[in-house]
T-cell receptor, first 114, second 114 residues
Framework: DGGITQSPKYLFRKEGQNVTLSCEQN?????MYWYRQDPGQGLRLIYY???????QKGDIAEGYSVSREKKESFPLTVTSAQKNPTAFYLC?????????????FGPGTRLTVL | AQTVTQSQPEMSVQEAETVTLSCTYD???????LFWYKQPPSRQMILVIR??????QNATENRFSVNFQKAAKSFSLKISDSQLGDAAMYFC???????????FGAGTRLTVKP
């Protein structure tokens, strides 16, 4: 089955620790995205990548880092510099970067920093 | 920057009835795309319907249709013959035709009463 997988579904970390969220897609999509979702708010873009070895900051990139070494993988690292990391994180991918390209979403990872 | 506003944090509808969710947006661009996404309790984001700004005809997908008023910058979603499975958070989203900038509204929580 084609799709996007995110692991783990729930993640707990102590304050001050870096943590990496996994996102894998087997849709052969060029573009991948990371969003953050907080209660009462819509999704906000953290980072996106249009092609392997390239990525761009979104609206709320501070305290986060990404890599895109393989087409199918786009991991997100939440660093200790992120002031309020507890949130729901969604990964998405699209065939291209045209505005008409549908973004397909993964099931999300709920990160809780204790 | 473009903004998307959903003025109804919560809505409810009786099963089999019709409900309309509101969305307005602010942009100076003429070429863009609009989307409605559904997020059920599983939190998986699912595309419901999309509209190209250059098309005057309102998009329709089975029981879901939109009322796109470009001059008024309004993009409402109508759900006909509401079903229990329609209960979810609904997000309106705007995407520029020129870049990867996707903006989401804060969402409307729809409850369907049996």
């Amino acid at each position: 089955d084609g799709g996007i997988t995110q692991s783990p579904k729930y993640l707990f970390r102590k304050e001050g620790q870096n943590v990496t969220l996994s996102c894998e897609q087997n849709l052969n999509h060029d573009a991948m995205y990371w969003y953050r979702q907080d209660p009462g708010q819509g999704l906000r873009l953290i980072y996106y990548s249009q092609i392997v070895n390239d990525f761009q900051k979104g609206d709320i990139a501070e305290g986060y880092s990404v890599s895109r070494e393989k087409k199918e993988s786009f991991p997100l690292t939440v660093t200790s510099a992120q002031k309020n990391p507890t949130a729901f994180y969604l990964c998405a991918s699209s065939m291209g970067t045209s505005g008409n390209d549908e973004q397909f979403f993964g099931p999300g990872t709920r990160l809780t920093v204790l | 920057a473009q903004t998307v506003t959903q003025s109804q944090p919560e809505m409810s509808v009786q099963e089999a009835e019709t409900v309309t969710l509101s969305c307005t947006y602010d942009t100076s661009e003429s070429d863009y795309y609009l989307f409605w996404y559904k997020q059920p309790p599983s939190r998986q984001m699912i595309l419901v319907i999309r509209q190209e700004a250059y098309k005057q005809q309102n998009a329709t997908e089975n029981r879901f249709s939109v009322n796109f008023q470009k001059a008024a910058k309004s993009f409402s979603l109508k759900i006909s013959d509401s079903q229990l499975g329609d209960a979810a958070m609904y997000f309106c989203a705007y995407r520029s035709a020129n870049n990867n900038d996707m903006r989401f509204g804060a969402g409307t929580r729809l409850t369907v009463k049996p």
